[in-house]
């Protein structure tokens, strides 16, 4: 099972970045995935899921601007983040938690600045 996340970059605060989480080795359709984030000297912070029906949710901290989508043709779970603030600044991972164990993604890095 790989998980390959891309997408991040510097952005102004207020400004808007997408992610994007690319599934293979696994039934995607069946899987939720979720996204979390890590600032520096932080732990780990949920953020949002996908769930395997198209439904989502999401960390109270990004509601009302992030949002979480999926292609179930590519394979791919999409994280739109808008309205960015400086304290959304961390390494973004993708998770797949499955009877055959939990995968991460490599960490994409977003950086908002002031």
């Known amino acids: 099972v790989q998980l390959q996340a891309s997408g991040g970059g510097l952005v102004q605060t207020g400004g808007s970045l997408g992610l994007s989480c690319k599934v293979s080795g696994i039934n995607f359709r069946i899987m939720a995935v979720d996204w979390y984030r890590q600032a520096p000297g932080n732990e780990r912070e949920f953020v949002a899921t996908?769930?395997?029906?198209?439904?989502?949710n999401y960390g109270d901290s990004v509601k009302g601007r992030f949002t979480v989508s999926r292609n179930y043709a590519r394979n791919t779970v999409y994280l739109q983040m808008n309205d960015l603030k400086p304290e959304d600044t961390g390494a973004y991972y993708c998770?797949?938690?499955?009877?055959?164990?939990?995968?991460w993604g490599r960490g994409t890095l977003v950086t908002v600045s002031s």
């Open positions: 996908s769930t395997s029906g198209g439904g989502t």
């Open positions: 998770r797949l938690e499955s009877a055959r164990g939990t995968f």
